[in-house]
């Protein structure tokens, strides 16, 4: 494979990145990969990741399952952050990481994916069998009724139910969660469930819910009919990715990991690359999609 352009943009060819990036290629030429993607693979959309050297440790508390049902303030507040951070999630396209991997997928080199993101951006992109980990911050759900529904359409509500509200985020979570100064949630108005007036909440997986079982167990699935387990962005700090890793190298499939900084996942993986998804990449998929010239 030819000199990944990360080695020249920065004036200096690092060797063992180019030599990763090659056995990454013969791997993946194989193919049976299965793709694991978390946040750090959206950063180059504009949306932060949680850990890595592109974003900042998220310096509020995660809202829980347990806290937005139980507590009406909570509650409130929560969807004033997440109505000012949706403006940022829901306005973001796709980068060439994803567009990369859709290609990968198309030309039969990657199989499914397994996304911790709720962005929606591998769809975006074009790809196929995508599994939604935690859910989809673009669709809304009544805890009551089960109804789903647009996100936009919640929004169109929220913004005439709160015609004065003009809040700026300090900072914006890979969750669509907001960081706000508190004076600004005061007065915030929630709205419900338009069919039987039960409690919205978005469409994803929160701290101290459990991941639906019929997403874990096609994750398994996809994880254990693979070659190559390509994780993408993840830190693996949380189990609910690190576990495919962790049943990967208990079935003596190959991991490999494409991330910036740490990962938890670094001492069962065959290759670990510390370098950028936006151009590693589409490199890949330029060398693996090429045709063969005999």
């Known amino acids: 494979m030819g000199v990944p352009p990360a080695a020249r943009d920065h004036g200096v060819v690092d060797l063992q990145v180019v030599e990763q990036v090659a056995e990454l290629g013969a791997w993946m030429a194989e193919g049976g990969v299965v793709v694991l993607s978390g946040a750090g693979l959206s950063t180059d959309s504009g949306i932060p990741d949680y850990r890595g050297p592109s974003g900042s440790a998220r310096r509020s508390t995660p809202m829980t399952y347990q806290a937005f049902t139980r507590?009406?303030?909570?509650?409130?507040?929560?969807?004033?952050?997440?109505?000012?951070?949706w403006r940022t999630i829901g306005e973001a396209f796709p980068n060439d990481g994803h567009r990369a991997v859709a290609g990968l997928q198309r030309c039969g080199v990657v199989g499914g994916i397994i996304t911790q993101n709720v962005d929606g951006l591998h769809q975006a992109a074009g790809a196929g069998d995508v599994v939604e980990l935690h859910g989809n911050l673009s669709r809304i759900v009544c805890l009551d009724c089960g109804d789903r529904?647009?996100?936009?359409?919640?929004a169109a509500r929220l913004d005439e139910a709160n015609p004065g509200f003009e809040a700026a985020a300090i900072a914006i979570n890979a969750d669509g969660d907001a960081e706000l100064d508190d004076?600004?949630?005061d007065g915030f108005q929630?709205?419900?469930?338009l069919g039987c007036g039960g409690m919205l909440k978005p469409d994803v997986v929160y701290f101290g819910e459990t991941v639906p079982p019929e997403r874990v167990s096609r994750s398994f699935e996809l994880v254990c009919s693979a070659r190559t387990l390509l994780v993408l962005g993840s830190s693996l700090t949380?189990?609910?990715?690190?576990?495919?890793?962790?049943r990967a190298v208990k079935d003596g499939i190959r991991v490999a990991i494409v991330n910036?900084?740490?990962?938890?996942?670094?001492?069962y993986a065959g290759l670990h690359i510390d370098a950028p998804l936006g151009i590693v990449?589409?490199?890949?998929?330029?060398?693996?999609?090429?045709?063969v010239h005999i």
Do not use: K, N, Q
């Not at 529904?149 to 919640?154: A, N, P, Q, S, V």
């Not at 929630?190 to 469930?193: A, G, K, S």
């Open 190 to 193: 929630i709205v419900d469930c």
């Open 71 to 85: 507590d009406p303030i909570a509650r409130r507040r929560y969807w004033a952050r997440s109505h000012l951070g």
């Open 149 to 154: 529904t647009e996100r936009e359409l919640l």
């Open 281 to 291: 990449l589409p490199h890949l998929a330029a060398e693996l999609s090429a045709p």
């Open 238 to 246: 949380v189990m609910s990715g690190r576990r495919f890793v962790l």
């Open 260 to 267: 910036r900084g740490v990962t938890r996942g670094e001492p």
């Open 183 to 185: 004076t600004d949630l």
